[in-house]
């Protein structure tokens, strides 16, 4: 029986359909099918993909193998969900503010990260596309997250123990468009590519040897390197700029180790998008990352008045090489030993596997066909190991466990399947560079991921294509339509599509990683009210700063004080401190009419400052459903309007 002609579906429980379900109970047998889970249905059918999760209750056993950390495009955060499960579970807020997930800037901490420190304004949109797990050996260890904004020039890290963003990292010289973002195998260096070619300090063009026009360009493109220190810490250590911008990046291990290889799609430096196909080639870049460091400690560089700390390198002043690529080439990956460098031209058909073993013998034997602003160009016969005719739009490149790489294509919408060459013939034993599976996408394949599909040991076994286009896979929701994250079990030819979900536009790039490695740190509480246990609550009068000074505990279900008292126009500085141990057990204070809401942790302690501009009585709330009392659980701030203000009027707490 078709789920569509359900009548509990359809919502038609009429005595008539009643009788006929209850017949149907008696009889024991089909109408049962319709009420089940359809995967319930399916699980006898063999050879079928199992959903694990046929009821919720083995949901409730937390047996999801990865967590997914989705970039969350214009939503500025990162989407979190469950593998397999295509449970979503949460959202991390960084560049946006999202109240919902108690990130707003009334809260002085989220306040200074959003704020840009050169300008002082508190920057509120943001566009996340690269998130890079932090690694040990090259392999994901669960501390970090990085990502960055495309919109504005800064970074972020997320911290994995409490899925909050514990630093904003503004990167100097340039105005945003930053794409491109990698971190290293030990997490030690950082690398934010600039797409969007600049118009950079004088001080910058005058070193590089290039002049710049503001109305006529060409413009110049740069690459930042970003310190990453054991504890996290995240510090302007230098940047490079060259003639052009870079597109994507990945910092090498293994067998190539020690470089950063990257793209661009406008080596023609044109200012608008047709002449940007002008060249029937672009570039991929080998940059040396020892020769950066070494025309720092040289001091080959200048710095500028923004930020005299940090080292401008010019691109002449380091090893760098270039190799040609098709037309307008996007994605680079590095497959699992680092010996494939894998590339395409998004205009074309063509994917291209260069061999970095071959690329390093090349550099010494100087392979070169000439030379662009001086970087010599490798000879495309010497580096590659294999050019691919695959399909229309070929855009990003991820690897599994098993020797292969998984190429996805917008235009074609599909994901196709290629075997790796030496050394990973021994594991599955295939003639090299032929495609031996396609997996179809509903619709238009951005990115796509394999769990661990950028790092020394992808841990395989699933495919998730992450769909520009959704068409009409889903329910009808407005023009601005969600994106289809697509889920395959690729353990078997052909791959298994088992499972979709609809997630807000437009996420970029996404990492899965072993839930092992992240659930364990997760905290349940923050320890920080214990530092101000003894600290009683209070309300101080400040007359000489103007300012109302309140202590203020929370704890199910009151706010202590609940009542307090603020002349009109003055500051009022309040540390709210919950003093819940309890997990789960969350509160807040929001205040009536004075567009301010924070949330407020278990065991959290929040410094929440505002000016009482505005005379009356003025309830605060808090916003989550802690207890049945949660909607008593609300006190009054009292704005005195000036005139009416007399000492006596202050708030004095029995103590
Ligand atoms: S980009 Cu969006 S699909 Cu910003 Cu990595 Cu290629
Ligand atoms: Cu505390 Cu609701
Ligand atoms: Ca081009």
């Known amino acids: 029986m078709a789920l569509k002609s359900s009548p509990l579906v359809q919502g038609v429980l009429t005595p008539k359909v009643v009788g006929a379900l209850l017949v149907g109970l008696l009889l024991g047998t089909l109408v049962f099918g319709v009420v089940l889970p359809s995967s319930a249905r399916g699980a006898a059918s063999s050879g079928a993909y199992q959903r694990p999760y046929p009821l919720p209750h083995q949901y409730w056993a937390r047996t999801d193998e990865f967590y997914v950390f989705a970039s969350g495009g214009q939503q500025g955060g990162l989407y979190v969900y469950g593998v397999p499960s295509m449970k979503y579970l949460s959202e991390i807020p960084i560049f946006n503010p999202d109240q919902a997930w108690g990130w707003t800037p009334e809260e002085p901490k989220v306040r200074k990260m959003l704020t840009n420190p050169w300008t002082e304004e508190v920057v509120t949109r943001g566009d996340t596309h690269h998130p890079s797990l932090s690694r040990t050996n090259g392999v994901y260890d669960g501390r970090w997250l990085f990502i960055n904004d495309k919109l504005h020039p800064r970074i972020a890290r997320v911290d994995l123990d409490t899925f909050r963003t514990g630093q904003i990292l ?8 930053d794409h491109g973002l990698s971190v290293s195998p030990n997490s030690d260096l950082l690398v934010q590519n600039f797409e969007h070619e600049q118009v950079p300090d004088p001080a910058i063009t005058q070193h590089l040897g290039l002049t710049v026009d503001l109305l006529k360009g060409p413009y110049v493109g740069a690459f930042s390197g970003v310190n990453i220190a054991s504890d996290g810490a995240m510090s302007n250590a230098w940047q490079v700029w060259g003639p052009w911008g870079f597109d994507m990046v990945r910092i090498g291990w293994g067998k190539s180790d020690g470089w950063i290889v990257s793209t661009s799609y406008n080596t023609e430096r044109a200012l608008s998008a047709v002449p940007m196909f002008a060249r029937d080639h672009d570039y991929a870049f080998f940059w040396n990352i020892a ?60 994917v291209v596997a260069i061999d970095f073993e071959k690329t390093l013998e090349a550099i010494q034997n100087k392979r070169f066909i000439g030379d662009d602003f001086g970087i010599p160009i490798l000879d495309p016969d010497a580096v590659r190991a294999a050019t691919m005719d695959l399909g229309m739009g070929p855009t990003h490149i991820e690897f599994d466990n098993q020797g292969y790489a998984y190429v996805g294509f917008f235009v074609d919408s599909d994901i196709k399947k290629v075997p790796l060459g030496e050394p990973y013939t021994r594991l599955h034993n295939k003639e090299p560079w032929k495609v031996v599976d396609v997996l179809p996408a509903h619709f238009s394949v951005g990115h796509l991921l394999v769990p661990g599909g950028d790092t020394a040991q992808p841990y395989g076994k699933y495919v998730i294509s992450m769909n520009k286009l959704t068409k009409d896979t889903f329910l009808p929701h407005g023009p601005l339509e969600s994106e289809n994250h697509e889920l395959y079990n690729i353990e078997q030819v052909p791959a298994q ?13 996404s990492q899965a990683i072993p839930a092992s490695l992240v659930a364990p740190r997760v905290k349940t509480t923050y320890t920080e009210a214990r530092a101000v246990a003894a600290e009683k609550p209070r309300v101080e009068y400040d007359y000489a700063a103007r300012e109302v000074r309140v202590h203020m505990t929370v704890v199910r279900s009151f706010f202590t004080p609940d009542a307090f008292t603020v002349p009109e126009g003055w500051k009022v500085k309040t540390r709210l401190v919950s003093q819940e141990t309890a997990m789960d057990i969350s509160h807040g204070f929001a205040l009536d009419g004075y567009n301010l809401s924070v949330s407020l942790d278990p065991g959290e302690v929040k410094d929440v400052e505002w000016v009482a501009d505005k005379p009356g009585v003025h309830w605060f709330y808090c916003i989550w459903f802690c207890s049945e009392l949660h909607m008593e659980m609300r006190g009054r701030a009292i704005v005195v309007p000036q005139a009416d203000w007399t000492p006596d009027k202050e708030t004095h707490l029995a103590s």
């Open 497 to 509: 599509l088992i499972d979709q979900m609809p997630l807000g536009p437009e996420t970029h790039y």
């Open 170 to 177: 503004w990167l100097p010289n340039g105005n945003g468009g």
């Open 291 to 350: 020769s950066i460091r070494k025309a720092v400690a040289d001091g080959k560089y200048v710095t500028t008045k923004q930020a005299p700390d940090v080292p401008v390198v010019s691109w002449k002043d380091v090893e760098v090489y270039v190799t040609p690529i098709p037309l307008n080439p996007h994605g680079i990956d590095i497959s699992p030993t680092g010996k494939y460098v894998m590339t395409s031209g998004k205009a074309t058909t063509l």
